[in-house]
């Protein structure tokens, strides 16, 4: 016993100072046993083999440290962000070849993710805290769309109309977008009714969130509350909106458009739905004026000042209150936008927006909070994760989100500011 607290006591002083340079070392031993284990499991039928166990990895990670912990020291940073660089790199790279279908699905899952988090990041970054409500707000979003196309709720059995008029009720407004002939494929399973109540989702949660931020976080601005009773109320406010869902549409899983959805075939021997290459799309404009919108205006020169300095900012004549607004508007058009996607995606569920939270504050974190460009990133990784990782075998369709949580546990473990974070 007295050898062994000897050894671990020479092994801790020799370690000492070089804690980031050897995770920067595990994490690049990572990359080729990924590689490795994947060409047996090619061979061998096996999915991701044991080639070599976890314990010897790390075995031989102290082992180089150890060697060449002088020559490492100082570089961990460098080494723990160009090592996860690397790793993501090579499980794209496999998943593009081996996994192509479920790589282009994950692509449009990221997408939009990637709102979700954008809008999140630019709360935390001006606000400073963390808007557990998020999730739910796309629901809502999701939701109140469907209302304004359908004008129907739930009814004690049947749904029953609760507007006097819907989008539905257009001339040719339920009718399926046609996907053009020449490029082969289905058409879109929705019609124009639903891009008409997206145009009035987007404005309404940007009101909705307005609303929300005069009536509970301005108060708790105002008597200096710390960012525990913001999440708190903000947690809150989740809940309460789950519970309005529930109330007003019930707990059944429901479809803009019922039937089946018709699938496009693309480059490579790659299958989607056809509304899929419509979410990735729109998703992609969004976000690129979203990032004009930050980083070219004279609005988001403002609001990256207040998220670096909000008291410098203040003295510089920038006007808090006024970005403070603008900052829930954005993000309420943001969530609106991407609860409509999901749902598009996949369906309405009151559940879903809890189940969001994990995957949108992995992305969030992932790519770095406060970073809207690492939120769009963090997204895009999370969401291509989680697809491929379902295709391997050893996770449940159902379970898929968890991977979101192994991704969001690594990243504190390993790098808490994230892929585009820089040290404070």
Known sequence: MAVITATYGRLSDRLSGLTEELIGVTIWIVAPYFLLALAIAAVTDEVLPAVIPAPILFAAAIAFTLRFGEALRGRGDLLVISGLWTNILVFGSWAILAKTDAFAVGIVTGSVLALGAIGLTLIYGILKFAHFAHGDSMMLAAYTAFLLLTGTAVGERTDTEVLPWSFNDLPGASDRLPWPDSWGGGDFSFGYGLLLALLFTVPLMALVFVVLDRL????????????????IASLGIAISMRSFILLLWGPSPRLYAPGIRPTTDLPFDIRVVTDQIFIFFAAMIIAALVYLLLFRTKLGKAMRAMSDNPELARVSGVNTD????????????????????????AQLKPELGFVLLLPLFAATILGGIGSPQGAFVGGMIVGISQEVAVTLGFISPGYKFSVAFVILILILLVRPRGLFGTKT
């Open 216 to 231: 509970v976080y301005a108060p708790l601005r105002r008597r200096n509350s710390g960012i525990v009773i913001f999440a």
């Open 322 to 345: 006024q970005i403070i607004t603008w900052t829930w508007v954005i993000s309420g058009a943001l969530v609106g936008i991407a609860g409509v996607m999901l749902a598009l995606q």
